[in-house]
């Protein structure tokens, strides 16, 4: 049904297609006769066979329809088929993909013309006739065509976009629910895992405490082990919410890093702070406060650096002291912070706690965001450390990623929109330009041709002879005559046949005239404007 629906609108359109074309055809067809009269009914059905394939070969169409006006008119400016020129013209420009096969139709006519008017000795000016003809009659519809065909691909591409715009908002929605579980699994590993790990050094350190009895230190071996148990089922809620290629989370921390330390020395953990020359306690100090005027990314980045070492090393080497330097190179722009831990002792019976190994990535990946830079590595003792370097100034990170982050599928669309349009705009703009500029070279230098060789001797006009056959007189003529009389000269009497050629080059205010009639020269003088 679809099938019979879609083939019937076709024939439909074919059929007015036709209709239209025909039309002033048969208009001329009942006052012609002779071989104009067969010319216009051998039209019908070469239109109907045009019509038939219009939509998938508009450009043989356009062929019938020149072909047609060339047999009756070499200028091509015929009343008959000027709808059927304009009408292919058009379609041509809608229905064809691309410009070329019609330029090169365009071209062909153009060298097929001159031969044609070349073999029928018709004259320059019948070249350029139908030159201007084809320029007004078909050039012009078939870039209204081309017109009407890049608008409703730009209208088209226009809803592709904002459909695919829409899916991207609809990703980047999922993308920032991802982002936000994300975030609280950083925050979970980061401070609930941090705590955890103290607990647990502190149920160590209760553990082999002398001074408690075996039922408090077994408490303390329960404590431990629970804090174990709890860090293993937070590092499976973790692997459940954490993305691995989403962003760490990049809010300042509401605590200071001499906070942060001096809590995990409280816990039991054999921890020292450094400062550098340029920072002292008062930057850091216990109280909470935050880095030394840090942007928050990089402040973010220093405080979770030292929450990371120190929860891994209260992990990994219980009872092993830890150094943290904290050093801010005003000259350099940037911070450095080192946290370092010895070799675990070898008394200490503590087990490990269960790490989830996301700890050093997930901190990579916000000292890279702060546009610092993340070492971590086995240190010359036996021990462990962790390092980064962070800029003192906001807005490096955000340039780097911006500058290394591709262009969007929307903005890549946009571009290659704007290309299709300006260079379709240029073709629609230059052609017809061109075309007409090649047409005013070829008329004017053709025109200063003849007006150059149309230019008749005194000495051979005083020659000749009134009831000399016409004949006779044109093969003493120079090549080309006059366009037609100066301005203002009267017209000559009824049934004489006058020629005009010019007294003086570039001169067109004067000009011999010799009439014409029966075949014989029957009057000659010399005319000048009047105006």
């Known amino acids: 049904m679809i099938r019979w629906i879609r083939h019937g609108g076709a024939a439909r359109t074919a059929l007015l297609m036709w209709a239209a074309a025909c039309a002033p055809v048969l208009l001329k067809a009942t006052s012609a006769s002779g071989r104009d009269l067969w010319l216009l009914l051998a039209g019908f059905p070469l239109l109907a066979g045009a019509a038939a394939v219009g939509r998938t070969r508009p450009l043989a169409g356009l062929a019938v329809a020149v072909g047609l006006s060339l047999a009756l008119n070499l200028e091509l400016y015929t009343s008959s088929y000027w709808a059927a020129l304009a009408l292919w013209g058009y379609l041509t420009g809608r229905w064809t993909a691309g410009a070329r096969p019609a330029l090169w139709f365009f071209a062909a006519f153009a060298v097929a013309g001159a031969l044609l008017t070349w073999a029928t000795d018709a004259g320059v000016w019948t070249w350029f006739t139908a030159l201007t003809t084809l320029l007004l009659n078909v050039v012009v519809p078939w870039l209204l065509g081309r017109y009407r065909r890049q608008y409703e691909h730009l209208v088209h591409a226009g809803w592709e976009l904002a459909d695919r715009m829409e899916r991207e908002q609809r990703a980047v929605a999922d993308q920032a629910r991802l982002r936000e579980r994300s975030r609280i699994a950083g925050d979970m590993h980061d401070s609930l895992g941090h705590d955890l790990a103290l607990i647990a050094l502190r149920a160590a350190a209760l553990q082999i405490d002398p001074e408690l009895s075996d039922r408090h230190r077994a408490a303390a071996a329960e404590l431990r082990e629970a804090a174990s148990t709890a860090t293993s089922q937070l590092r499976d809620i973790i692997g459940v919410l954490r993305t691995g290629d989403d962003p760490a989370p990049t809010a300042p921390a509401d605590e200071g890093v001499g906070a942060l330390v001096e809590r995990a020395r409280s816990s039991g953990l054999a921890v020292e702070l450094e400062y550098g020359p340029e920072d002292g306690e008062h930057r850091y100090g216990a109280d909470g406060a935050k880095g030394p ?193 100066p301005d203002g000269i009267a017209a000559p009497p009824s049934g004489w046949d006058c020629a005009y050629y010019g007294v003086r080059r570039y001169d067109g205010r004067s000009a011999y005239r010799l009439c014409f009639s029966d075949g014989r020269l029957v009057a000659k003088d010399v005319v000048t404007s009047r105006q």
Do not use: C
């Open 293 to 485: 005027d840090l942007p928050p990314m990089a402040d973010r980045a220093v405080y979770r650096v030292v929450q990371e070492a120190l929860t891994n090393a209260a992990k990994h080497a219980p009872g092993a002291a830890v150094r943290v330097q904290l050093v801010r190179d005003p000259a350099a722009g940037e911070i450095a912070v080192s946290i370092a831990n010895g070799p675990r002792p070898a008394d200490s019976s503590a087990p490990d706690l269960a790490s989830g190994g996301n700890g050093l990535v997930g901190l990579d990946e916000r000292v890279r965001l702060a546009g610092g830079v993340l070492t971590h590595g086995p240190s010359p003792d036996g021990g462990f450390e962790v390092s980064a370097r962070l800029p003192l100034t906001a807005g490096v990170a955000l340039v780097a990623e911006r500058a290394a982050a591709p262009a969007s599928t929307s903005a890549r669309e946009l571009a290659r929109a704007r290309e299709r349009v300006r260079r379709r705009l240029v073709q629609s703009i230059m052609v017809p330009l061109a075309v007409t500029a090649g047409l005013a070279v070829l008329w004017g230098g053709f025109t200063f041709y003849t007006q150059y060789h149309s230019v008749l001797d005194r000495r051979t006009y005083d020659r000749l002879e009134i009831g000399e056959p016409r004949a006779d007189v044109e093969s003493r003529m120079p090549p080309y005559t006059m366009d037609g009389p």
